[in-house]
């Protein structure tokens, strides 16, 4: 059993939960959240509805624990309960998909950024043939990734093969035979992954894989594990595989996103809360009494529980946690990143001298009406030739640009309309998508060079939306231009074996295409400071790795994206994440230039730098300050 497992509450602690001990009913819910978030995020598949199914899972634990019968029984009956709410989880994504059938739904798209196998691999720093088991359980069937989360835990020694069988309402002798079948699938998906890995890989295998659009899937699993089985190039690659159950012993849970860790009980048993927020405490006064069975207590401590947090914010779990350790977080950030009696701080860590001033919500493209603003910007003091940001009008925006001290920009364009180039930094062209290849543009791309920025998330529907083969057939236009050309700037999965990028730099080398530098987007979806930095670091040596080629990093923050829009950090957060991220990213021979997305701040664009042409956020003062 691992150490997380054994962190599970005692009899004791539960009865004392039971019958209404607040402080015992926190710490209570506060050891479950390991166990709840990695049997719900791995069974959702890093959805991004992964937070609220926690956070109705825990809302559950706390409403019906007086009636829980037999205290010993709690780790059996938490469990059952986040199977039960995935469960209804699927259903009312099946009746959602179902009703939007015909649109572009977002229901059963896994969040990119919280795929699970790809945090199971980044965080805990997974190599070799457990990074492959983890990339191989992307390609189980839909119907196996709840069985898979239970499996796995069991395989880490976090939960029994009874307490599985009860979850599921199946008999042990039927768990071991769906068991059986699904590591069988994952047995052949390990051998298609490392198929797809190989360099020099399969001739043939290319063939096989020329209409798949690179995402892993239940039937592509099928049909490239049978050229697998029946290929001697690719059989001999899977001739050295570990059992999975020998890989799988002795790992750790997932850790907690996003501040989440701050709420676990300490080893004196009491719940560790970061510091500058407050811990909860029991109950004060001699009128204090228990909660009556049923109901919801509350803190009167003054501290933010992991109850309260649990139940009384009306939005995912996640998230509100962070947000109520955002300053902790900050805290040790700013303890770790500038020293307190350092005379070089940055100005952004103090307050700003007025509020930020509410503009108009930018669009991408800038207006055709707008104009130069008549005041002539102020030269900037460039600390970075690094530094960069994206741009798009708006009131100020020539003033601003000078003021973030970045030494280029751009604007998902090959010219920048209304706004002004400052001394000291300079403008970098994009051909943003297929339309723009024209030969005016070519020409207005070339009179801008030396570089040239191409197609812009392309694997997008509503951005560039390319096929490879014609970001492929296009490409000679584009060199023809004579600029230092990056390649195009996928959303996501830039070093995944098969992915759009790995296909297009494939395609590009046999056809010998020249791509100068690669070009990448990142957008974290853990706020907590030092995960995000590990992760974008992490992803940017994957890539390195991959292509062996210098790295533009052109759009870049701390968002969470969802069906229902974007999430983002507090300012704080974010300007913390901006320091240590620029400071690691300062670290990187390979990472030749960056850019911050963007420079605008409005209501919408929460990660902007400027609210107008000289107010800048406590986001913008951080960039100001970054080297």
């Excluded at 350790?325 to 001298?353: C, E, G, N, Q, R």
Aim: glycine share 8%; charged share 20%.
């Amino acid at each position: 059993m691992s150490s997380a497992g054994r962190a599970l509450p005692d009899v004791g602690l539960v009865v004392a939960a039971r019958q209404g001990d607040q402080r015992a009913l926190d710490d209570v819910v506060a050891a479950s959240l390991p166990l709840v978030y990695n049997i719900v995020g791995r069974a959702l598949r890093g959805h991004a509805d992964v937070d609220d199914v926690v956070q109705e899972t825990l809302v559950r634990v706390i409403r019906y624990l007086p009636a829980l019968n037999d205290p010993a029984a709690y780790r059996s009956w938490l469990v059952a309960i986040a199977i039960r709410q995935v469960r209804d989880w699927e259903t009312r994504r099946r009746v959602a998909l179902n009703r939007d059938a015909g649109l572009d739904a977002i229901h059963n798209v896994p969040d990119p950024a919280s795929d699970f196998a790809g945090m199971t691999i980044l965080r805990l720093g997974l190599t070799d043939q457990r990074r492959e088991v983890a990339e191989a359980t992307r390609w189980l069937d839909p119907d196996d990734q709840e069985l898979l989360s239970l499996w796995w835990l069991e395989e880490t020694g976090e939960i029994t093969r009874n307490e599985v069988a009860d979850a599921l309402g199946l008999s042990p002798g039927h768990v071991a035979v769906r068991i059986h079948r699904m590591k069988e699938q994952i047995q052949s998906a390990r051998g298609v992954v490392r198929a797809l890995r190989a360099r020099p890989g399969c001739p043939d295998l290319g063939a096989v894989t020329a209409e798949w659009d690179g995402t892993p899937s239940s039937l592509w699993r099928k049909r490239l594990a049978r050229h697998v089985r029946d290929c001697a190039f690719c059989g001999r690659l899977g001739s050295a595989l570990l059992p999975i159950d020998r890989l799988l012993a002795g790992m750790p849970l997932l850790p907690l996103p996003a501040g989440l860790d701050a709420y676990l009980p300490s080893a004196a048993g009491t719940t560790a809360v970061a510091p500058t927020v407050a811990p909860p405490g029991p109950t004060a006064g001699p009128a204090a009494g228990p909660t009556p069975p049923g109901a919801v207590p509350t803190d009167t401590s003054g501290g933010p529980s992991v109850v309260d947090l649990a139940v009384n914010r009306p939005r995912g779990l996640v998230p509100s946690l962070a947000a109520g350790v955002a300053a902790a977080v900050l805290a040790i950030t700013m303890a770790v990143v500038i020293l307190p009696d350092d005379p070089s701080a940055p100005s952004w860590a103090a307050p700003p001298s007025a509020a930020p001033t509410a503009v108009a919500t930018p669009s991408v493209a800038s207006s055709p009406s707008a104009r130069p603003s008549s005041k002539a910007p102020v030269a900037p003091a460039v600390s970075s030739a690094r530094k960069g940001v994206g741009v798009w009008n708006f009131a100020g925006a020539s003033q601003a640009l000078a003021n973030s001290r970045a030494s280029w920009y751009y604007t998902w364009g090959t010219q920048h309309p209304g706004i002004s180039t400052p001394r000291g930094a300079t403008f970098v062209p994009m051909i943003r998508s297929a339309e723009n290849v024209t030969a005016a543009e070519l020409a207005r791309a070339k009179a801008a060079g030396p570089y040239l920025l191409t197609f812009n998330e392309p694997d997008l529907p509503e951005q560039a939306n390319m096929t490879v083969e014609q970001a492929l057939d296009l490409w000679p236009q584009l060199m023809a231009t004579g600029s230092k050309l990056g390649s195009p700037a996928v959303a996501w999965g830039a070093p995944d074996p098969q992915g759009w990028l790995d296909r297009f730099m494939t395609g590009a080398q046999a056809r010998g295409h020249r791509v100068d530098f690669i070009t990448l987007h990142w957008f974290g979806a853990d706020f907590t400071t030092a995960t995000a930095v590990a992760q974008l670091r992490q992803y940017l040596q994957a890539v390195h790795q991959r292509y062996r080629k210098p790295i533009w990093l052109t759009e870049f923050a701390l968002i969470r994206f969802d069906g229902g829009g974007s999430q983002f950090p507090g300012q704080q957060q974010q300007a913390a994440f901006l320091t240590a991220a620029t400071a690691m990213l300062g670290q990187l021979p390979y990472l030749h230039r960056y850019a911050w997305f963007g420079l605008p701040a409005t209501d919408k664009d929460r990660s902007g730098l400027f609210s107008d042409g000289t107010e800048a956020t406590v986001v913008g003062r951080a960039f100001q300050a970054a080297r």
